[in-house]
């Protein structure tokens, strides 16, 4: 880790109308740092998700990113081409619903090589070959390379989208909830897939979820929110080991023993 | 006659065809883009020709001599019955003869004898947005052309060499426009994408039913999308015309009894019969008397 900051986040807000989606976050994260956000449903954390990630214009705030020279740029500043380059390229984005983030008639190869082709490489083989590389990489096997998504499973269509986002090098992924509707085991081998691919990687990694195993496995740092607001944030071992707000003892406090 | 109170020139207002006018400027101005219009409603259902129609009727003058052909030949139900309705509706000359053609419409074929400056050639399109089977939404497909974002096309290419072992798509090729927008050149053979490369010709594209006018001026390059390693090519005929012997020209496969007996002709009727009756003669052809 590095002491600037890979992306900050100044006063975000979104409302609906008269109801609030997220209010007044700031936060910043660092090159290598996992932030969790937890929460309840409706807190806001995929609302505040979608604003930082440009998916969704916040009504007040900004959002600054380290670009590959050093220079901050503010997301809603740059041209739409711009920001779309920034989304294939230098960003990943992990969806909850693996249908969301991939091509489902289209075979697994292509869905990890379309970054490749969607900034300008032209060379079948070596598409091939790296989406091959990364096929493995998540542990789909081989002989997979030629089906389609629909023909897989749940845990193989979210580590085949792992494979799409990460195929670029990005510096930075969102993601949300993409544990949410895997059972526990296929669970564990993902989180377990996800933690070693961000150490190698050394990816920044935003990650939503309502399941605080998943933030205290994954995360470094912690933001939990409700009702739209930050509440409580810290480093993720003091946020669930010594929760200060009475709202995140009850969070903490309603984790179900096994 | 009360008849002549309610007759235009070529069917369709002088108001629509100068609103379709405006849209074949704005086509030829930015070659490749889909420019939308007011498409209306014609006699013929859509899919028939509704589109190609609407731009041969708005750019029709008296002196024109206009051509149709359906799949290349001259002599099929839409091609005839465009040929009657223009030679009917607007009184003009209508020919079979490619070179003597100053339009010609056409649907699924680009004439096999290269088109000259001046001569107009007006493509049938059903479906124009080469990455609709890809990207179902217009808002995304639009945008996409706007910021040139086209490595979903070459998805398609990736999938069909991952499943064929090379470039399987046949027709409707995909090519890049004057190197900015991505065209669906309509239903043509990739056989003919070469053609439209650099021709002197002005190419125009009418698409009823999606409202879409796009062109291709002359002396444009137009380039089929590839991989390096595995190059566009077109399709070859392991043996000539039956009729005519033409080698180099796109064969149409033409059955001839219920024992496996087929023969492979020109799909370009015009072309072959130019040919034969210069006295070239095919496997299965008869030989003519050139004319005197």
Known sequence: MTDTPLFKVNGVSKFYGARTGCADVSFELYPGEVLAIVGESGSGKTTLLNCVSTRLPPSAGSVEYRMRD????DLYRMSEAERRFLMRTDWGFVHQNPADGLRMTVSAGANAGERLMAIGQRHYGNIRSTAAEWLERVEISIDRIDDQPRAFSGGMRQRLQIARNLITGPRLVFMDEPTGGLDVS???????????????????????????????????????????????????DRVLDDPREPYTQLLVSSILQV | MSDLATYNFAY??????????????????????????????MPMPYGWGTGGVQITASIIGPDDVLKVIDQGADDTTNAVSIRAFFAKVANVAVTTHT??????????????????EGQVLVYQVP?????????????????????????????????????????????????????????????????????????????LFGA?????????????????????DHPFEVQTFDRPCALCGAEDVYLDEVILDDKGGRMFVCSDTDHCEERRACGCVGELGVKQEAAE
């Open chain 2, 127 to 203: 479906i124009p947005e080469p990455l609709r089977f890809l990207e179902p939404r217009e808002t995304e497909t639009r945008t996409m052309h706007a910021l040139e974002e086209y490595g979903l096309m070459h998805v398609k290419l990736y999938e069909d060499i991952a499943l064929n072992g090379h470039i399987a798509t046949t027709y409707a090729y995909p090519v890049k426009v004057a190197g900015r927008y991505v065209m669906d050149p309509s239903p043509i053979p990739k056989f003919d994408n070469p053609k439209m490369h650099l021709s002197e010709a002005l190419q």
């Open chain 2, 208 to 228: 009823g039913r999606e409202k879409r006018i796009y062109a291709i001026p002359p002396h444009t390059a137009v380039v089929s999308l590839d991989f390096e």
């Open chain 1, 186 to 236: 296929v669970q564990a081998r993902l989180l377990d897939l996800i933690r070693s691919l961000v150490n190698d990687l050394g990816l920044a990694v935003i990650i939503v979820t309502h399941d605080l195993a998943v933030a205290r496995l994954l995360s470094h740092r912690m933001m939990v929110m409700r009702n739209g607001r930050v509440i409580e944030s810290g480093l993720t």
């Open chain 1, 70 to 73: 050093g220079q901050f740029r």
């Open chain 2, 99 to 116: 070179h003597d053609a100053s339009i010609i419409q056409t649907r699924h074929r680009i004439p096999e004898k290269t088109l000259l």
């Open chain 2, 12 to 41: 369709l207002d002088e108001q629509t065809k100068r609103m379709i006018r405006r849209a074949i400027l704005k086509a030829i101005a930015i070659p490749g883009y889909q420019v939308p219009f007011a498409s209306r409603e």
